[in-house]
């Protein structure tokens, strides 16, 4: 529960320091006292947005401290785990400092954290119930809310919503596999005739460098023949030979090494220069006869080196980027190959993750129809103390059509999304016999602020919220009616601690603590101070809000009897 509040340089709050208490806590003051400032300033510990004309003039910042104290839910537990603060003993401490450069400045038993957390934290400490949060409830995307918050459904809501992500992973695959095949099939026709070129032409590694060679030969063999036969003869044919001048020189050098040694080294020179002339004859003669002019072959080797010519223009410069290509088209057409197979077992699986999303919906449909049956019961009976016992209440719940809904029921497609197949709306009849028509077109403002709160008092029996904070529930109303108000707001308060800010004397008279708020002016500045009344301040209050400005003895005595008959109850 909150058990103080600390405020500075926050509005008309100059520095406010408040002791709450358990039970029915009310704040009563003038219209423009500043009651929700108060409230506003509660919203910024809770994550609420910070503005900065909000920081009271003449100061650099605004400070809102608050202190929870009280058993703590597991959900809440785990958070301060995960954020890493140690609950400490004697409560936890949320201290939010704005400035005017709209820097916040948040911390949780002194732990730096960012406003995101202490708006997860909120929701887990406070629920806050604002001036014109009951017109959520024209709102039929609120409904659903409301009841799955009376008997716990998070089991089978979770259920569908994980049914629901399965189901539409699956189906986006599925589209995007179907959108890929489309562009791939408009490629298959292509891919195949380049592959079937590719493998007609049976390229080899090289081949077009041996081939250039190739036809260099074959273009010039008449010359190269010519060239080899002359060679050869000069070597070693007529009697000019060089070998045989070589011979003469070998021997001449063989007489001579025997009168001188020395002159061996040359003789060995001239001896490997013979040789080596001889390997050049044999080798000329060879490729003299290798070599013929084949104007058959040219022509095949011009026509494959054509062939070439033209695949590297169409898949890549070199011979290497065309093996490349060759293999890539080949990758995707095989994977066209197996596409069917793939879109078929896809198309299983979304059809295997529809049936179950269909059957998890429709049995939290099921759950939701019997949930709705008791809600309505103990609406109607909340209504009923609350001065509306002739209203009728059903809680619709109807299934939107969509042909291609994942839920189908004899031919017809129903949609479903991550919270289900229903469609929930709230309806009422104000009075007995009428026909019950949507909560938005018919009930008054009274009506849906009654309405609210019954709906906060039945889901409060099994909500875990410590505190609840209600800020003018009782616009609209009065008399009896506004009495039974105020003894709900006391029976919500034997499990929860609530916080009420009321105009009304038959609400205040319910509380076990009471607030005043007043705006007053100090040194020319207006400001606005919060006061804990004693038993004879309460009594006074009261006879204010029974009487005006005039009280007299009878305000006084009526104010003393209602604090008597409430505190009994």
Known sequence: MLANLRVTNYALLDKVDIEFTPGLNVLTGETGSGKSILIGALGLILGGRAASDTIRGGAKSAIVEGLFEGERDPQLRDLLSEIGVDPEEDGLIIRREVSRDGRNRCTINGSLVTVSVLRRLGVLLVDLHGQHDHQTLLNPRTHRDFLDGFEDVRTPKQHVAEAYRRFTERSEALRLLEEELAATREREELYRFQLDELEQADLSPGEDEELERERAVLEHAEQLIRVASEASEALSEGDGAFVDGLVRVIRALEEAERIDPSLGEALESVRTA???????????????????????????????????????????????????????????????????????????????????????????????????????????????????????FQVGITWQESDDGPLRIDGRGFRVDAHGMDRIEFLISPNAGEDLKPLASIASGGEISRIMLALKVILAESDRMPTLIFDELDIGIGGRIAESVGHRLKLLSRDHQVLCITHLHQVACWGRTHFTVQKQSARGRSITLVDHLDEDGRVREIARMLAGETVDAMALSHAREMLRRTAVV
């Open 274 to 392: 013979r040789y080596q002339l001889d390997d050049c004859t044999d080798f000329l003669r060879r490729y003299r006869d290798r070599v013929e002019y084949d104007p058959a072959r040219l022509e095949e080797v011009l026509d494959r080196l054509d062939l070439i010519g033209r695949l590297k223009r169409k898949y890549g410069a070199t011979l290497e980027e065309v093996a490349a290509h060759r293999a890539r088209i080949a990758g995707e057409l095989e994977r066209m190959d197996t596409a069917d197979e793939r879109r078929n077992r896809l198309s299983e699986e979304v059809e295997a993750a529809r049936r179950d999303l269909a059957e998890r919906a429709k049995a939290l449909s099921d759950r939701r129809r019997l949930v709705a049956h008791k809600l309505e019961g103990r609406v109607v009976a909340e209504l009923a103390e609350l001065g509306m016992g002739k209203t009728g």
